[in-house]
């Protein structure tokens, strides 16, 4: 006779429609289902689950089960454009703001379908506080993710209870931020607006901290080598409960998991590899700045002049910005730029010094060929570990949301990348930003991508790193101890 230990456990994942938090949360899905005895459901709209239906069938393997349960997002009712699921399609603020619209409306079938789907446990994007209440009229577990590392848990923690920016005056006056295992500077310009003051979002904060607190734990994409004393600062000086579980992307293994991980990639992947096969060995400067981050024409035209000057070799990802003009009727109007300088994508395909990529990249792929030296990057979470798995230094271009807290962490601490200069944080992604000037820009791609004397620190580093990130993963190693030690006591709660 079966016991209750051996049946089956159903975890429900409610992932926000970002790539950034959606992507992780998936393979967190993936990593569970695969773990055998768990089944899982994820809940989305109908665009964002075909972005991954191909991805979950090549896992649906006997004994593994995963099914996206869909929900229609009330994009009409918005006056969003059809399809507009996601944020990486909202290029504007006046969208983004519709889209977060409709999917707060979306609430009550929500609530509803997590109660009838009878799962023994909910992982639940932090964006949704209202899951904890829904977890606990069921009398199950709610898992918070919200995709960021310890690290930025714990600055956040000490810049709201200690407050040292209220002691600075300038803006650009660097200061020590409190009681952290390491002497973490940052300056005032580089603070999110809600550290500094009441805006219209501390509320929303308060309340997910809150749902954070009252949480089962929360579940962290990253591993315990990597950030250990904030891991332990995070559990015992703030006392919230946690398993780190990552790095989640590690668990693409298949090429095909690779080439297909998050959206359609917009080049040939092919054509790609062959061109990054003809370059040496750590001779190209990869630069993406995630899913969302969009940079002014001026500032395109300073990158790109950085890069003639550097004469460096590179692959450069460019999100698409979308102009949307709201017309009469209210829908959209949409015009694709991409603001390159004339000749400049034709000089640098021509001479082989460059190769652009205008929408999706496959991002995990190219950062594990050889020929990839360095990472410039806007120090999203995600894209940060998976410069770490990759062994490369990075060079840090912090915009929005947490990352120059992110940015302190890998210059500060890991020293594993160099920053660019940026010193002004803003609001959106979309909006703009002071100029970094060419100038900066080459000082800080000479530094990553220079030769041994300028950049063989950062890269030893930065190479010890991915082998402790790979050795998180494997059977015993620390990452995969958690995740089973999670799934057993979801087990022992249920048991109750
Ligand atoms: N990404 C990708 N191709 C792209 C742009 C982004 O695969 O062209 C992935 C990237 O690998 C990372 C995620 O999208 O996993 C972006 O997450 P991150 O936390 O770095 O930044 P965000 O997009 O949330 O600002």
Redesign the pocket.
């Given at each position: 006779m079966s016991s209750n230990n051996d049946k089956q456990l159903h975890i429900i994942f409610l992932p926000y429609m970002?790539?950034?938090?959606m992507?992780?949360m998936i393979e967190i899905a993936r990593i569970f289902a695969s773990q055998g005895g768990t089944r899982a459901t994820i809940i989305t709209t109908p665009a964002n689950a075909s972005r991954f239906q191909k991805t979950i069938n090549r896992d649906n393997k006997p004994g593994h089960l995963i099914t996206f349960l869909t929900v229609s997002l009330p994009t009409k009712e918005v006056g969003l454009p059809e399809g507009c699921e996601n944020l990486v399609s909202a290029q504007t603020r006046e969208t983004t703001f519709k889209l977060i619209r409709a999917i707060e409306m979306l609430q009550p079938k929500l609530e509803t379908m997590l109660v009838e789907s009878k799962p023994d446990c909910i992982v639940s994007d932090y964006l949704y506080p209202w899951t904890v209440d829904v977890a606990k009229g069921i009398g199950i577990p709610r898992l918070a993710f919200s995709?960021s590392c310890f690290f930025n848990q714990c600055i956040c923690y000490s810049l709201e209870k200690y407050r040292p920016h209220d002691k600075i005056v300038s803006e650009n006056e660097e200061f020590v931020v409190t009681d952290l295992p390491d002497n973490i500077t940052i300056t005032k310009s580089q603070l999110q607006d809600l550290v500094k003051g009441e805006t219209s979002f501390n509320a929303l904060f308060d309340r997910l901290k809150e749902a954070e607190k009252k949480s089962f734990g929360v579940l962290i994409n990253s591993f315990y080598e990597l950030e250990r004393d904030y891991a332990d600062y995070y559990r015992k000086v703030i006392g919230i409960k946690s398993w780190h579980i990552g790095p989640l992307?590690l668990f693409n293994r298949s090429l095909d998991d690779k080439l297909d991980?998050?959206?359609k990639s917009t080049v040939d992947a092919h054509n790609c590899l062959s061109w990054l096969d003809s370059k040496e060995s750590n001779s190209v400067l990869y630069i993406?700045f995630?899913?969302?981050?969009r940079f002014t024409k001026p500032q395109i035209t300073e990158m790109a002049s950085a890069l003639q000057n550097s004469g460096c070799s590179f692959i450069w990802?460019l999100?698409k910005v979308m102009k949307c003009n709201d017309d009469e009727s209210g829908s959209e109007q949409e015009a694709e730029e991409w603001w390159l300088p004339d000749g400049f994508e034709e000089t640098a395909l021509a001479n082989g010094k460059g190769f652009i990529?205008k929408?999706?990249?496959?991002?995990?792929l190219i950062l594990e060929h050889n020929a990839i030296g360095g990472f410039m990057?806007?120090c999203?979470?995600?894209?940060?570990l998976?410069g770490v798995c990759a062994g490369v230094p990075l060079i840090t271009w912090p915009v929005f949301?947490e990352q120059f807290y992110n940015e302190k962490l890998v210059t500060q601490v890991l020293k594993v990348g160099v920053p660019v200069g940026n010193m002004v944080w803003k609001a959106w992604?979309t909006d703009e930003s002071e100029l970094v000037e060419k100038e900066k820009i080459e000082i800080a791609i000479s530094k990553v991508m220079g030769g041994e004397e300028e950049a063989g620190n950062v890269r030893t580093k930065a190479k010890m790193l991915k082998e402790l990130a790979y050795k998180a993963v494997e059977a015993e190693g620390s990452s995969n101890k958690d995740i089973k030690a999670l799934l057993q006591e979801i087990k022992m709660h249920r048991q109750g």
């Open positions: 970002a790539p950034g938090h992507m992780p995709g992307s991980r998050g959206d993406c995630g899913s969302l981050t990802v999100g990529i929408g999706w990249a496959p991002q995990v990057t806007h999203g979470w995600n894209s940060i998976e949301a992604a």
